[in-house]
């Protein structure tokens, strides 16, 4: 599959005169898919039921013409004002209770079935009109599903809702009440309709109900998605493709995609280092202008899965953005860097976020490829450079890694409702052992739980899962790779109790965890030949092999085989002994890269990145700064 560059564009905020002019430019630029409509609802349906499709039908009638792919979208992340008039309780409302108003975007309740149905409407309506038209070849469904945290609301309907499913999963208030323990300081319920929200609670609510709501408003989102997704596939059976957002974990992406057919993902590497990485100042200074080089390629191999192998990046930062506490540009070679990235990483297409800059409006200091004024702004050279590399370049071949990750969104939320200390966040635990994995020259994927992928890989790391799912035991115990277990896993069942037998409780491991304790920053407890464990630690306990001790004297990794139960968070030294010594029990090579640096390796090629802002010497090959570096395999 040839890999291929597109662009979001907004019809509605240029007189029509550009469009022409736009489309021919985006055409020579090498660009082959155009994003429309995610945010036009006022525009198409400007009073209720009366819709005004003709300029729609012109815009994509011009970008057509011009041999461009239109990927259509439903503008369901903007309900405009009439809709908001039409249901004023269709607003999400925090967690104080105070409503997200009109004014900006997302303001919808994801329980809201009235609003559900008009969304379910406005996409029959679109579907009806477009569905065959041949321009269009793919789908957006509604605008980064969770962003601005919006998956969780406190609304009546939510409350209405979270009951009706309460009743479907437990049937009796007794199967509710035994679940959840809600005998401890007489919580039990005697009715379905006694039972609340769990906000504005006095001290901390049951984790069970707690974690219930996590489950029930992740559910909400599937449903929502689900609702357009059965419309369109009567009307088309092009792809259809939701753009997911960088470290959102409030719903389950496994879930939402399971009614879609390619993931994709909004890529802003300089925002994220501000307000979605745990990191330093020193570390933020360096790679200003390059982003942080572990949580691109993250969530590139995430989307991977969550889109079983079909992913884009529908939203490509092109210059500065508007919305980080600090806005820098990037250094010259990254928008480049970035997509040759994605590509290494599977992508199949990367589309810019946006063609111009708007001179209106929230994001009028958000950048484009054009400036305000039509005229090319910094990036537009390089995505030319770049799609003349495209036509040269052979395909970038899919390939299966030797190490996979499970990622499972509940144990990010089981994590977030009993963090049990201040520091432990799932995403984290996780990232970091990424990092440390791709520090080591290492590819990933990630895969779910039960994946019936996972006896396939030589390595598969277990951070942190909630709960063990039985067929994840059963691979483990015929698992003939090596497998690094913990912190934290297998320790809760699904109703969020301490099982019996005490985790980890893995098959042929003689290993209890009899005691955790969470660490304020800067306690630590040294391992044995390097490296220590922070946050988190756990007393192991048992018959099985200590394979790691700590300075303490307790074990810090327990093994049987080549099953490894890691007792503690380790710090990047730890991690990367840990998962050097597993690799090198499979013989999977491993190389420690500069910092900065990272490698990809796809079916036929080994690519190199340079996040840094100098050259670096890699095996002999000079590699410029924000310089990308491949070659055969
Ligand atoms: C994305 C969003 C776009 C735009 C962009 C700005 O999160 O999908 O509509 O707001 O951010 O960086």
């Not at 409509?37 to 013409?65: M, T, Y």
């Not at 357009?228 to 960088?246: C, E, F, R, W």
């Not at 192991?540 to 700590?550: F, H, I, N, P, S």
Request: hydrophobic residues 40%; proline residues 7%.
């Amino acid at each position: 599959m040839k890999r291929e560059l597109g662009v979001c564009y907004y019809p509605e905020h240029w007189g029509e005169a550009v469009w022409e002019e736009d489309a021919a430019r985006m055409k020579s630029l090498g660009l082959s898919w155009v994003r429309i409509g995610e945010f036009a609802w006022s525009r198409i349906e400007p009073k209720p039921g009366a819709f005004n499709f003709e300029w729609l039908d012109r815009a994509i009638d011009v970008l057509g013409a011009a041999g461009l792919k239109v990927v259509m979208s439903t503008p369901t992340a903007t309900p405009p004002r009439w809709m908001v008039q039409k249901y004023p309780d269709m607003l999400a409302l925090d967690e104080a209770g105070q409503p997200r108003r009109f004014g900006s975007r997302r303001h919808y309740c994801f329980s809201h079935l009235p609003y559900r149905d008009e969304c379910r409407r406005i996409a029959r309506a679109l579907g009806e009109r477009y569905g065959n038209n041949p321009h269009i070849q793919a789908w957006q469904l509604d605008n980064e599903y969770g962003c601005h945290d919006t998956t969780l609301s406190y609304s009546p309907h939510a409350e209405a809702g979270f009951r009706a499913w309460l009743k479907e999963k437990y049937g009796t208030l007794g199967a509710l009440n035994a679940a959840w323990g809600n005998v401890f300081w007489s919580m039990e319920y005697a009715t379905f309709k006694g039972i609340g929200l769990p906000n504005q609670t006095v001290t901390e609510p049951n984790p069970a109900h707690m974690m219930a709501f996590r489950r029930y408003s992740s559910d909400q989102v599937a449903a929502f998605n689900r609702a357009q997704a059965d419309v369109l596939k009567s009307y088309t059976s092009v792809p259809l493709i939701h753009n997911y957002m960088g470290r959102i974990t409030e719903f389950d992406h496994f879930d939402v995609a399971a009614d879609l057919d390619i993931a994709s993902w909004d890529s802003y590497p300089l925002g994220f280092l501000w307000d979605r990485i745990d990191t330093t100042e020193v570390h933020r200074k360096r790679f200003l202008r390059q982003g942080d080089p572990d949580f691109q390629a993250f969530h590139h191999d995430l989307y991977r899965a969550v889109g079983d192998g079909r992913w884009w990046v529908m939203e490509q930062q092109p210059g500065p953005v508007n919305w980080a506490p600090y806005n820098p540009a990037p250094l010259t070679g990254m928008a480049r860097l970035w997509a040759w990235e994605a590509y290494a990483h599977g992508a199949e297409t990367v589309c810019y976020f946006r063609w111009r800059q708007a001179p209106f409006a929230q994001e009028q200091m958000h950048s484009g490829l054009l400036r305000p004024d039509g005229k090319p702004a910094p990036a537009f050279a390089e995505v030319e450079h770049l799609s003349e590399e495209l036509a040269l370049l052979p395909d970038v071949a899919p390939h299966q890694a030797d190490v996979a990750i499970v990622f499972d969104y509940p144990s990010c939320w089981a994590w977030e409702v009993q963090p049990q200390g201040a520091d432990f966040h799932y995403f984290r635990l996780v990232y970091e052992q990424y990092r440390a994995a791709r520090s080591l020259g290492l590819s990933i994927d990630f895969v779910q739980s039960w994946s019936p992928q996972i006896p396939t890989y030589k390595l598969l790391l277990v951070p942190g899962l909630m709960t063990m799912p039985a067929i994840l035991r059963d691979m483990l115990a015929q698992f003939e790779g090596t497998s690094l277990i913990g912190p934290r896993t297998n320790s809760k069942t699904t109703e969020f109790s301490i099982p019996t037998p005490l985790p980890p409780d893995l098959p042929g491991l003689d290993c209890t965890v009899e005691f955790v304790e969470s660490l304020p920053p800067n306690v630590k407890y040294q391992l044995e030949g390097g490296g220590a464990f922070r946050h988190w630690a756990e007393r192991l306990t048992g018959e099985a092999e200590v394979a790691l001790t700590r300075h303490d004297g307790a074990p810090a990794v327990m093994s049987s085989g080549n099953m490894h139960y890691v007792g503690g968070w380790p710090d990047r030294e730890g991690w990367e002994r840990l998962i050097a010594s597993a690799c090198e029990a499979q013989g999977i090579a491993t190389v420690r890269l500069p910092e900065g640096v990272r490698i990809r390796e796809t079916g036929r090629h080994r690519f190199a990145f340079n996040y840094n802002s100098t050259a670096v010497t890699l095996d002999g090959v000079r590699i410029p700064a924000a310089g990308v570096h491949w070659e055969d395999l």
